[in-house]
């Protein structure tokens, strides 16, 4: 269905090609997972599928992709939307109507298909994605999550034979994300559906994966096979993987399921030694604080009489379904706009009521849309332009962003970089002043495990210096990696507070994937089962 002949691809202005020598074959009716760290080029591998590279980036272009016997050459993306249907990294920016409903139709109604064959595809596209209570909402006032199945929805009206897909599950809760990956997979199954996906939580997809590519970057060549074969030297892998690989499993499990049936000689090992415990409460002095704080958007309640207190030093989490009003509380702290109702307190002053540089000056946030930040024509303007607006010495934003995402080009333009490079150089720009809150909206997005490793390392020096930082965010193993408390949100009311540790080891939704291995156990990241056997072994 998929095939990639030689294919060589260099962007304008680059010294080096992105994608170098590529031979790809994807057959019908398969789910193929492409992984590789930040920036190795999965994006360009899955645009050139539908002819955006270089049809619509511009570069060069050598060798051939074939999709079902069609050339990307000779047909452009638009002669291609019958057979392939594309959804980014950013759902909202695909989107041409106002009501999700109306969204579902568009690609059809461009189609010219019979209304009655629009009516029943919408019905099922709801049904497949849990979509029916959203149907005659507003896309703008849907969370990330929410859009971004509302975005696969829309293309799978279309009845493509290829779906191809960037960071699908990336806005996801967990529960919507497997809800997702279910359906995806219900396509592939029963429908001969060829899917071919880019994921940085591969935790997610792995189980449903029948090929993975490694796309390694530098111009390296791809690595194709099972997940399993394919994991057992993968630059990046999933705590599971990484927990086999520690515990020398084989094969590498691939599911919470497959590595319980191994587990017992790891437990074995582990008897005599405690998991770390959590933590005293903070007592640093409280630095933002929600009182009674309700927050209407017309008849939907985002947030509902909430009551929250964060104090100098917390690395709190903000868990909760797609919808629950994470985003909501965040836009709060940072004053985005006024409650309906109840006071919003950051450094003893209402946020909404302060200059600009005074709220900067007190307040950093990054959105889930972190390009909302970049204004720059170049990663290297971007940097100096935010040293000079917050008064940083030289350099001192780019030396940040040389910590969480080391050697990306600084004469690249921020829309040229990948979702998770413009996620990399807006924390730069919001980390490297340190206010002393700081409030992140997803903010692994996009980013690879040795990413993700390189911010926890950052965000516990600014804790550490008495910065507070507020998450929300679906990715719970980065909550297990530094969060030191967690709050879970749902239908806008909070739900649960306290010590990470005990939130998410109690929860069977939120629990990270060496909690669920090793439960009844309060073990939360590799790192902590390793230091344990240490420990052990010196004993020994």
């Not at 060549?221 to 086999?244: F, I, R, Y």
Request: aromatic share 2%; glycine share 10%.
């Amino acid at each position: 269905m998929i095939r990639f002949n030689e294919v060589t691809f260099t962007y304008d202005g680059a010294d080096r090609p992105t994608l170098d020598r590529v031979d790809l074959v994807v057959g019908e009716g398969e789910l193929c997972v492409v992984v590789g760290p930040t920036g190795s080029g999965k994006t360009t591998l899955l645009r050139a599928v539908n002819g955006l590279v270089p049809h619509f980036t511009g570069g060069r272009l050598s060798g051939e992709v074939l999709v079902d016997g069609r050339s990307t050459r000779d047909f452009p993306p638009r002669e291609l939307a019958d057979v392939v249907g594309m959804v980014g990294q950013n759902p909202a920016a695909s989107f041409v109507t106002d009501v999700v409903e109306d969204e579902l139709a568009y690609t059809m109604e461009n189609l010219g298909l019979d209304p009655a064959v629009m009516r029943r595809r919408v019905e099922d596209a709801l049904d497949l994605l849990g979509l029916h209570d959203l149907r005659y909402r507003p896309l703008a006032t849907l969370s990330g999550g929410q859009q971004q199945r509302v975005a696969i929805g829309a293309v799978l009206t279309a009845s493509p034979r290829v779906l191809v897909l960037d960071e699908p599950t990336s806005a996801l809760d967990p529960a919507a994300a497997e809800e997702v990956l279910a359906s995806l997979t219900r396509l592939v199954h029963d429908l001969g559906l060829t899917v071919l996906l880019a994921e940085h939580r591969l935790e997610r997809v792995l189980p449903f994966a029948d090929t993975v590519v490694l796309v390694p970057g530098s111009g390296s060549q791809l690595t194709v096979g099972t997940a399993a074969d394919v994991m057992v030297d993968s630059p990046v892998a999933p705590p599971l993987v990484e927990l086999g690989r520690l515990a020398g499993w084989t094969p590498l499990p691939l599911s919470v399921r497959d590595a319980r049936r191994l587990v017992a000689p790891l437990r074995e090992r582990l008897v005599g030694a405690e998991p770390p415990h959590a933590g005293p409460p903070a007592s640093g002095p409280p630095v933002a604080r929600l009182d009674r704080v309700i927050v209407r958007f017309g008849d939907l309640t985002a947030l509902d009489t909430c009551d929250l207190e964060v104090r100098a030093g917390e690395l709190v989490a903000v868990m909760g379904r797609n919808g629950s009003g994470k985003s909501t509380l965040l836009g709060q702290l940072a004053g985005v706009r006024a409650p309906t109702s109840g006071r919003v307190d950051v450094t003893g002053a209402d946020p909404t009521g302060l200059a600009p540089r005074d709220l900067v000056a007190r307040v950093g946030l990054v959105p889930q849309d972190a390009g909302l930040l970049l204004y720059g024509d170049s990663v290297a303007a971007e940097c100096v332009g935010a040293d000079h607006d917050t008064g940083l010495a030289p350099g001192a934003t780019a030396a940040v962003l040389d910590r969480i995402l080391p050697g990306l080009p600084s004469d690249r333009h921020p829309r040229d970089l990948s979702e998770g490079q413009r996620l990399a150089l807006a924390l730069a720009v919001v980390l490297a002043p340190a206010p002393p809150l700081l409030l992140l909206d997803e903010p692994t997005r996009g980013l690879d495990y040795p990413g993700k490793a390189r911010l926890v390392t950052l965000l516990e020096e600014l804790a550490d210096a008495g910065h507070t930082v507020v998450m929300a965010t679906h990715d719970v193993e980065l909550v297990a990696r530094v969060a030191t408390r967690a709050v879970v949100l749902a239908e806008g009311e909070v739900v649960a507070d306290g010590p990470a540790r005990d939130v998410v080891c109690h929860s069977p939704v939120f629990a990270p994937q060496v909690a669920k291995v090793l439960a009844p156990d309060p073990w939360l990241t590799v790192d902590e089962v390793r230091a344990a056997l240490e420990v052990g072994a010196v004993h020994g």
